[in-house]
Structure formats: C-alpha cells, structure tokens
C-alpha cells in the first residue's frame, strides 16, 4: 500500500510553526531509521529476526524505526555490529565533519606547593 500526499491549510500551518532546527533533527532520525530498515531487508530479515540477534523485544525494534527514538551509541554500536550498515563510517569517520575529534586528551598536573 503506497501512502497518500495529504494537505490542508491547518496542517501547512501547524508544519510551519515547527523551528528549523527541530525539523533537522527529526530528518535525521527519520534518516536514521530508514538506514537501519533497509538494512534488516538488505539481509533478508523480518524486524523479529533483528530483535533476536540483539536479545531485544520486536516491539522495540518497531519504535526504533519510528523514526523517533533516541538511540544511545551502545545500541548504534550494536545494531552496526548485526547489519554492517556503515554506521560507523557514519559517525567516526565521516571525511566531510568540520569537527575533529581529538588525538590524545592532555591533563594538567597538579602542583603541589
């Protein structure tokens, strides 16, 4: 079944009210979790066959691809581990990042008087 476009006047103002920051944030989920769909169907797998590889309800796996759960980094961690969807490329080794991340952490002495 194909979703339908669907507009009014309420639901273009109610969308426009949305900051501009937050509808990046919700594209990114959105993104997120059509990465780790396509991913459980590049294997062949059902959202039940991901919740028994990582010992999780299917439930679960429903939410996360919601498009709206806020994942830890363990369960990013893991779920790249299962899929080998690039998510590490993704996150630690992304060439076009402006941020670096540091090479080694510097801690200052304490002087002792």
């Not at 900051?19 to 294997?43: C, F, H, W, Y």
């Not at 830890?72 to 080794?93: A, M, P, V």
């Not at 060439?95 to 002087?111: D, F, G, H």
């Amino acid at each position: 079944m194909r979703a339908e476009n669907y507009s009014s006047k309420l639901l273009i103002e109610i969308l426009s009210e949305i900051p501009q920051v937050e509808q990046e944030k919700t594209d990114k989920m959105m993104r997120l979790a059509s990465i780790i769909d396509n991913g459980i169907k590049a294997r062949g797998w059902k959202n039940s066959d991901l919740a028994k590889a990582l010992n999780k309800r299917p439930s679960e796996i429903s939410r996360w691809l919601s498009g709206t759960h806020n994942f830890s980094l363990k369960t990013l961690h893991d779920i790249d581990e299962i899929l080998n969807i690039g998510l590490d490329d993704t996150f630690w080794n992304n060439p076009t990042s402006n941020a670096e991340a540091p090479k080694t952490i510097k801690r200052e002495k304490n002087s002792t008087s």
